[in-house]
């Protein structure tokens, strides 16, 4: 005679199986879909029931991920290396200097470039070293192509969302309105134009710059004493061109 129990535990087991799988998928969906609008995505899951409904079956996993891949570039191996090893090096940097989850990278984006969605904790978020963890993550990216490539490239700058351009804001707010600069720290200067603050002022252009080019050897001397990890995250994410969280805290 069957025993109950066992009978329940079994079909428990079984949902609990397919549970993961399912989130498994999702995460893997999600992973892919950074950077995508909700326009995007609604257009996505158009496209994708239009071809299952025409194929005269239930909508797939692998229908939302063609239809998500449908229109990324096709990039060349040693751009799509560059990518992953540049963000490898925030992704590291992040993860060593603790600075909070990583919930996925992509760099298979529709802009043709790399994407990391990262978190970041609250603990210390006001003060001197936690902002300069986070100039050290910013440049990481740079850094990264310097060690393992031997050169670096103009992706992490070029725009105002760039790696450069958010690094170089971040360290004027330290020097002119956070308090923490090295002349007259007491004074709050509100710099709503850093390009024209920095060229009028080239003294003060030269601390940032110091402070740019400290986060750049810091990140440097990360990577260097977790190489191993940066090849292993660069490598799996040439391989899949997008990892979710769990992916990325196997590797490290």
Known sequence: MTDPQNSNASEWSAAAQHANSAYAILRRLATRAMGLTGADIERIVREARLKARRDKRAIRYEDLEAAILRDRPQLPQDLRWRFAVHEAGHALVHHVLKLGSIHGINIDTANGGGY????????????????????????????????????????????????????????????????????????????????????????????????????????????????????????ALFEERALDGRAVRDIF
């Open 116 to 235: 990391s969605e990262l978190g970041f904790s609250a603990s210390g978020s006001d003060t001197l070293s936690y902002r300069e963890k986070i100039l050290a993550m910013m440049m990481a990216g740079r850094a990264a192509e310097q060690i393992v490539i031997g050169n670096v490239s103009a992706g992490s700058a070029g725009s105002d969302d760039s790696d450069l351009a958010r690094a170089t804001i971040l360290a004027l707010a330290i020097e002119r309105s956070l308090g923490f600069g090295a002349v007259h720290p007491l004074l709050y200067r509100n710099d709503k134009d850093p390009t024209t603050v920095l060229d009028a002022n080239p003294e003060l252009a030269a601390r940032i710059h110091v402070r740019l080019e400290k986060a750049v050897e810091r990140a440097g001397a990360i990577i260097g004493k977790h190489r191993s990890k940066l090849n292993d995250l660069a490598k």
